[in-house]
């Protein structure tokens, strides 16, 4: 029978997969590249020809859920009817990706992962400030926010977001962070021209984020 051969697409899916089902089952540091080899068959040439090293890999497989939870808010945002502001509260629960990826986003924060960790949340912030756009535009359109720039402020409401919360680039402690969660609300209200009390469930947000910190 002939062997099947998988498209170079179709093998780097394969990779980062196994990959990940590895990371999050056994300690970064102990997982080897040749567990990944082991599990899925290959020589050493195949993995490394499409990944240079673990690090790589790793940011290949956050990347990768990064994508994954960016498609469930998408489709999120295609079933759930309501305002605006009953959407944005939607989605900022559901990219919330730490709870079920806590071990892997931990390597992030670790020395020397920086820069990935920057280049994520980066790529992070532009895909979701697309869905945040559409949002503060339906805002707009029902009277409640009043912008005239509805991506640059979608951006800078993410960017709060990570600011407040990711204690692996910023590290604040908790009274830090409660005194930025506390400010939080009013300055996006201020941002986007909102009514006072629009944004408080950011709070129960942010305290979340702190309990898991």
């Known amino acids: 029978m002939k062997r099947k051969i998988k498209s170079p697409t179709s093998r780097r899916a394969s990779i980062i997969d196994t990959a990940r089902n590895l990371f999050q089952t056994k300690e970064f540091d102990k997982a080897t590249m040749q ?30 859920i990064v994508d994954a939870n960016i498609d469930h808010m998408k489709n999120l945002m295609q079933t759930a009817s309501g305002t605006a502001l009953e959407k944005m509260q939607l989605l900022a629960t559901a990219g919330d990706i730490s709870t079920e990826n806590a071990s892997l986003l931990d390597k992030l924060h670790q020395p020397g992962n920086s820069a990935m960790h920057s280049r994520i949340l980066a790529s992070t912030l532009t895909k979701q400030a697309l869905l945040y756009e559409q949002l503060i535009k ?21 960017a709060g977001i990570q600011f407040l919360t990711d204690r692996g680039i910023y590290p604040w402690s908790s009274e830090d962070l409660q005194r930025r969660a506390r400010a939080f609300p009013k300055l996006l209200e201020q941002l986007l021209k909102a009514p006072s009390g629009s944004f408080d469930f950011m709070l129960q947000l942010t305290e979340n984020q702190d309990k898991k910190g």
Do not use: R, W
């Not at 009277?143 to 991506?151: A, I, Q």
């Open 35 to 64: 567990d990944i080899m082991d599990a899925l068959g290959v020589a050493k040439g195949t993995i490394y020809h499409y990944f240079p090293s673990k690090e790589a890999l790793l940011e290949a497989v956050i990347e990768n």
């Open 138 to 158: 339906q805002g707009c359109d029902e009277g409640v926010f009043e912008v005239d720039n509805p991506l640059e402020c979608a951006e800078l409401f993410l």
